[in-house]
Nanobody
């Protein structure tokens, strides 16, 4: 069984930065794609970024590309989301998620992910 625990959320001003951390525990040897999603009140859960299990590829939503970076430290079993130049529209609850084989065809499809963390809140003020 795999468990995910996010941290690093907080309140920042427009243009600020935050780094979110997702610690993976349990059966950490299982191959998995790791992603960050976010959900604002009244909105659908949105895929923000994904890093594939072998670390060779990562993808971003158009709204964060160039500002956010997803990385994975395999030795520490941790996934990070570095967020720069934050905007008020980035405010949301951010979730870490794991997708085990067989992998979901569209990484933005949250229904295909197998394990979720509890989330960490990010608030960006103007």
């Amino acid at each position: 069984q795999v468990r995910l625990q996010e941290s690093g959320g907080g309140s920042v001003k427009d243009g600020g930065s935050l780094t979110l951390t997702c610690v993976i525990s349990g059966d950490t040897d299982r191959r998995k794609n790791m992603a960050w999603f976010r959900q604002a009140p009244g909105k659908w859960r949105e895929g923000v970024a994904v890093v594939y299990f072998d670390g060779t590829s990562s993808y971003y939503s158009g709204s964060v590309k160039g500002r956010f970076t997803i990385t994975q430290d395999y030795f520490k079993n941790t996934v990070y989301l570095q967020m720069n130049n934050l905007k008020p529209e980035d405010s949301a609850m951010y979730y870490c998620a794991a997708d085990f084989f067989p992998y979901v065809g569209n990484w933005r499809d949250s229904s295909g992910f197998d394990v979720w963390g509890q989330g960490t809140q990010v608030t960006v003020s103007a």
